[in-house]
T-cell receptor, first 115, second 115 residues
Framework: AQKVTQAQTEISVVEKEDVTLDCVYE???????LFWYKQPPSGELVFLIR??????QNEISGRYSWNFQKSTSSFNFTITASQVVDSAVYFC????????????FGQGTTLQVKP | DTGVSQDPRHKITKRGQNVTFRCDPI?????LYWYRQTLGQGPEFLTY????????KSRLLSDRFSAERPKGSFSTLEIQRTEQGDSAMYLC?????????????FGPGTRLTVL
């Protein structure tokens, strides 16, 4: 069975702090894809990143960075110098090797960035 | 370029009534997904269309639920004899391509409240 676990339900930080959101996944597929989505208070899920199982290179995009480690089945997301606009619910998701593309989401982590 | 749109945005109904939701995907996106999200949880996959063909349905989709995508464009999700447990946000997403790992673009969702 495929599963995504985001153990942190809520995180609260003060603006400009760095914050890491954890994601642990389970799958028996050898080819799979991992995603992060952001759900701001408006409710619409926004795609942030996709990573395939063969690419363990870390990625940086502005203040966002992602650390993928197959050895620990983790795909963690770090926001550097957090801002109030980063306040949202963040979801990690997994898509397996089947071609449907259906996403298995974690429970989400609510990030609150205080001014 | 418009994004995924969903109608209505909110629906309040009484238990036992039928409801129908509509999703308009991004133009030319061949893949369309329905998910359900309850409070404090991540979205859960319901069903998937490639063009007009419904290729996968989750076990979550009881026989009271039916989805269609005539002509491979917009899609409808109907719930018959609604129950209080059906109260949730119903999300639609679309993607382009032959492979399932492509980015899914989500609509704003339809929030259903069953009294």
């Amino acid at each position: 069975a495929q599963k995504v676990t985001q153990a942190q339900t809520e995180i609260s930080v003060v603006e400009k702090e760095d914050v890491t959101l954890d994601c642990v996944y389970e799958t028996r597929d050898t080819t799979y894809y991992l995603f992060w989505y952001k759900q701001p208070p408006s409710g619409e899920l926004v795609f942030l990143i996709r990573r395939n199982s063969f690419d363990e290179q870390n990625e940086i995009s502005g203040r966002y960075s992602w650390n993928f480690q197959k050895s620990t089945s983790s795909f963690n997301f770090t926001i550097t110098a957090s801002q109030v606009v980063d306040s949202a619910v963040y979801f990690c998701a997994l898509s397996g090797s089947g071609n449907t593309g259906k996403l298995i989401f974690g429970q989400g982590t609510t990030l609150q960035v205080k001014p | 370029d418009t994004g995924v749109s969903q109608d209505p945005r909110h629906k309040i109904t009484k238990r036992g009534q039928n409801v129908t939701f509509r999703c308009d995907p991004i133009s030319e996106h061949n893949r369309l997904y329905w998910y359900r999200q309850t409070l404090g949880q991540g979205p859960e996959f319901l069903t998937y269309f490639q063009n007009e063909a419904q290729l996968e349905k989750s076990r979550l989709l009881s026989d009271r639920f039916s989805a269609e995508r005539p002509k491979g464009s917009f899609s409808t999700l109907e719930i018959q004899r609604t129950e209080q447990g059906d109260s949730a946000m119903y999300l639609c997403a679309s993607s382009l391509g032959e492979w399932g790992y492509n980015e899914q673009f989500f609509g704003p969702g339809t929030r259903l409240t069953v009294l």
